[in-house]
């Protein structure tokens, strides 16, 4: 399965959320929102939902060979469609314009490019 989208994302934001936390094994969650007319998806997908802490429900549809989510519905915006930016493993994405449930967030976050790590 493969989502395409054209043109630039309206949206590029970074969830903090517990449930984007577990949904993608990381400390959070970054997506980019495009209008739904912007985005093409060939092949079948597996379907999950959940309810997230604002109350509206997510459709995430995943690959039903390898199981990555490749893009999700969300009832609140039907007009939408957002895609993991993972997904277009592309460096030169751009960056996150909003960053959502940072309450939640791990505290070194947004401290990462200053913690005394090894770089390879």
């Excluded at 093409?40 to 990555?68: K, L, N, Y």
Aim: proline share 8%.
């Amino acid at each position: 399965m493969r989502a395409t989208c054209e043109g630039d994302p309206v949206r590029v934001s970074i969830c903090h959320c517990l449930e984007c936390q577990k949904r993608t094994g990381s400390v959070f969650a970054m997506q980019a929102r495009y209008p739904r007319d912007a985005v093409t998806v060939e092949g079948g997908s597996g379907m999950w939902q959940r309810t997230g802490e604002s109350g509206s429900t997510a459709t995430f549809h995943f690959c039903p060979t390898c199981s990555a989510i490749v893009y999700w519905d969300m009832d609140a915006l039907p007009d939408f469609v957002a895609v993991p930016v993972g997904a277009f493993a592309d460096p030169s994405f751009p960056p996150p314009m909003v960053s959502v449930y940072e309450n939640r967030s791990h505290a070194w976050v947004f401290a990462a490019g200053e913690l005394p790590m090894e770089h390879d």
